[in-house]
């Protein structure tokens, strides 16, 4: 089965612009979601189909796709911002879906 | 809008089962595939299982082959989820969450049911 490859952490200064990466082969195949996770709380989706913002996600998210890599950058970071995150595809070797490890991203 | 209800938090001791309940209110819930995610403490996610919407087609994670039961009444769409022979690496947040997708290029998962925790103790 595959794998998707997160950074475990990643800080950005606070208005700052940060990428978070996803590498991995079913990426070739697929696009990946994105979840943003608070402590105590259910992940949310804050991106999708590479660069589709639900209702509601503020336009500072955005998202972008090439080869085996999928990421997701947030512009002009916010105090609110802090999170884990985790991108999801479907694994294109076996019928199944993989999340990535998950990066925790800390604003500073 | 759609919102996912899970059923409340359950202890159990190792070697036993448990069931989690995901029911929907909002739009129609008994069309979609339905998604299961675990989160251990202080651990990321993990794709546990997905069931179709007619309860008749169940993937499941390799390492859940055997122990994992997905099902559903398809009158109401409440997704169940069963494991058994649990032991205490199995505590963890439970979440049920619905399949989206787009011309078989593009899956994501919302809404999410509010998560159960299962505790394994003896």
């Known amino acids: 089965s595959s794998e998707l490859t997160q950074d475990p952490a990643v800080s950005v200064a606070l208005g700052q612009t940060v990428r978070i990466t996803c590498q991995g082969d079913s990426l070739r195949n697929y696009y990946a979601s994105w979840y943003q996770q608070k402590p105590g709380q259910a992940p949310l989706l804050v991106m999708y189909a590479k660069d589709t913002r639900p209702s509601g996600i503020p336009d500072r998210f955005s998202g972008s796709s090439s080869g085996d890599t999928a990421s997701l950058t947030i512009t002009g970071a916010q105090a609110e911002d802090e999170a884990d995150y985790y991108c999801n595809c479907r694994d294109s070797s076996v019928n199944q879906w993989v999340f990535g490890g998950g990066t925790k991203l800390t604003v500073l | 809008q759609v919102q996912l209800v899970q059923s409340g938090a359950e202890v159990k001791k190792p070697g036993a089962s448990v069931k989690v309940s995901c029911k929907a209110s909002?739009?129609?819930?008994?069309?979609?595939?339905v998604h299961w995610v675990r989160q251990a403490p202080g651990q990321g996610l993990e794709w546990m299982a997905v069931i179709n919407p007619r309860g008749d087609t169940m993937v499941y994670a390799e390492k859940f082959q055997g122990r994992l039961s997905v099902t559903r009444e398809t009158s109401t769409g409440t997704v169940y989820m069963e494991l058994s022979r649990l032991r205490s690496e199995d505590t963890a947040v439970y979440y049920c969450?619905?399949?989206?997708?787009?011309?078989?290029?593009?899956?994501?998962?919302?809404?999410w049911g509010q998560g159960t925790l299962v505790t394994v103790s003896s």
């Open positions: 969450t619905k399949d989206n997708s787009l011309h078989d290029a593009a899956w994501w998962f919302a809404p």
């Open positions: 909002g739009l129609p819930f008994t069309r979609s595939w």
